[in-house]
């Protein structure tokens, strides 16, 4: 199934559950026997259902709801889902206000409820049948033919994409150094090895439907041979060019009479963009530093009695790695230093609360890559100093993915640029929710982190039971 298909399909279903939603809320609503009021009201919610429909359709669209564009995440998803159905929400109920039409605002109020609950559902049993069809062996088992990280994160992305039909069976490296001299990580692993001239053959004997090649920055001519071999048997040949700039950059593909170009546009916003976001910044920033007050309170005033401070300010590289003063907790980072207080009040970023002053200010803002130490920022590569194109945010891409301050900011770069590719004040709101659901996971001792890729092995074509990965190392003659 294409992912236009799918994204009709689903439209489909949500039309459907929205007519279904309708009738389970005014029956919460009225009951089940109907008298001659409970029809009237019937007929004031029908203009409703076709308001439903048509913005509804206009949401689907426009906005990524269907829960696979950007990698399969049920936090992503019920965040989207519930921004929208809120949008939906508000439109019906300013329509109805402005229309004069009389209809039963708690009936309206449970049929987005019960919306709202059936869109989730419908999409993680499209996740679900997507995944079973690929255990099944309805996806394209697919090979990797490189190694390194950028390897295993297409093989994660994949894994997220069931409605992309494939299955990544293993990966494919080859090298020329002998057996021994490997110190790598992988090679303490069960491997299979073979000459790069049988491993078209092994290919074929474990069926595989794609290889994808992850070019290194020396690529072995055979790879060349290996491809072109593949070909032959009938096997489709991907290429992943080995440069960051390639997948963290909108990329623009022209064909010049059989030789593809690659143009590559540089992350970052626009003024409007900017300027939108700045006012979301000052609307938003207000409510919550409002809110946060009663939290906030109590929490500084027990780091008085204790600790004698109840905030601290620290310095962080912000806009273009502009130095400013970032206000927070006055709490340790490191846990044999602190109090069980302190570790709870750490381990739920209420340290962090503080900063909607800095939001407020201008400093930062309360989605972007998250600031760090000028010690780090002097050591960053010239990718990573792409982080600084933004001010910086209270929670961002990264954080959401449960990434924090210990993670190297080489991890945590490359969520920050994928947020400059799709930035906008969508995605701001929802990985906002998103942050609300991280908070929540992680006070259930539970998170929404990337799974660990489970690589099928290949007992079947050499005759032991104890290889995990498959093709790994395939060395050349």
Same mark, same amino acid.
């Given at each position: ?206 069926? $595989? &439907? ?6 290194? *920055?020396? %690529?072995? /001519?055979? !790879?060349?041979?290996? #491809?072109? =071999? ?23 593909? $022209? &064909? ?6 690659? *143009?590559? %546009?540089? /992350?970052? !916003?626009?003024?409007? #963009?900017? =300027? ?202």
């Amino acid at each position: 199934m294409s992912q236009r298909r799918l994204l009709i399909a689903l439209l489909v279903a949500d039309l459907l559950w929205s007519l279904g939603a309708m009738c389970v809320a005014f029956a919460l609503r009225y009951g089940v026997h109907w008298d001659s009021l409970s029809k009237e009201s019937a007929l004031h919610l029908v203009p409703f259902v076709g308001a439903t429909w048509l913005i509804w359709s206009l949401f689907s669209f426009l906005l990524p709801l269907d829960g696979f564009r950007g990698g399969w995440r049920l936090s992503a998803v019920v965040s989207q889902l519930l921004l929208a159905v809120s949008g939906l929400m508000m439109i019906l109920l300013s329509g109805g206000y402005l229309a004069r039409a009389y209809v039963s605002r708690l009936a309206l109020g449970e049929f987005c409820l019960v919306l709202f609950a059936g869109i989730v559902l419908i999409r993680w049993a499209s996740f679900l049948v997507l995944q079973a069809r690929s255990r099944n062996g309805w996806a394209d088992r697919v090979v990797i033919v490189g190694g390194g990280h950028l390897a295993r994160e297409l093989a994660r992305k994949i894994q997220r994409h069931p409605e992309m039909h494939r299955r990544v069976v293993g990966f494919l490296t080859m090298d020329d150094r002998p057996s021994g001299s490997r110190t790598s990580a992988a090679s303490s692993e069960p491997s299979l090895r073979a000459s790069a001239l049988g491993t078209v053959d092994i290919l074929s004997a474990q069926q $595989t &439907d794609e290889v994808i090649l992850v070019l290194e *920055e020396n %690529a072995p /001519p055979e !790879l060349l041979k290996l #491809a072109a =071999a593949c070909r032959q048997r009938g096997i489709k040949v991907s290429l992943v060019p080995q440069f960051y700039e390639l997948y963290l950059s909108r990329s623009l593909l $022209t &064909d010049f009479s059989g030789i593809p170009v690659l *143009e590559l %546009a540089r /992350p970052g !916003l626009t003024v409007p #963009a900017l =300027a939108g976001k700045r006012v979301l910044d000052l609307a938003l920033g207000t409510f919550l530093a409002l809110a946060s007050v009663p939290l906030l309170a109590p929490l500084a005033i027990a780091l008085r009695c204790m600790k004698g401070r109840a905030f601290r300010w620290e310095t962080r590289c912000g806009f273009h790695g502009k130095p400013f003063a970032m206000l927070r907790l006055n709490v340790d980072r490191t846990a044999s230093t602190t109090s069980r207080f302190e570790a709870f009040v750490r381990e739920f970023s209420f340290t962090e609360l503080p900063q909607l002053w800095n939001v407020l200010r201008g400093d930062m803002s309360l989605v972007g890559p998250r600031p760090e130490s000028r010690d780090r920022v002097c050591r960053y590569s010239e990718w990573q100093q792409q982080r600084l194109t933004v001010k910086p945010g209270m929670t961002g891409l990264a954080q959401v993915q449960g990434l924090r301050e210990q993670h190297s900011s080489e991890e945590k770069t490359r969520f920050d640029l994928q947020y400059l590719l799709n930035c906008s004040l969508w995605t701001d709101l929802s990985l906002l929710v998103q942050t609300v659901w991280t908070l929540v996971t992680r006070s259930l001792g539970r998170g929404d982190s990337i799974p660990h890729l489970q690589l099928l092995g290949t007992a079947e074509a050499i005759g032991s039971d104890s290889q995990q990965d498959v093709l790994e190392h395939a060395h050349r003659p």
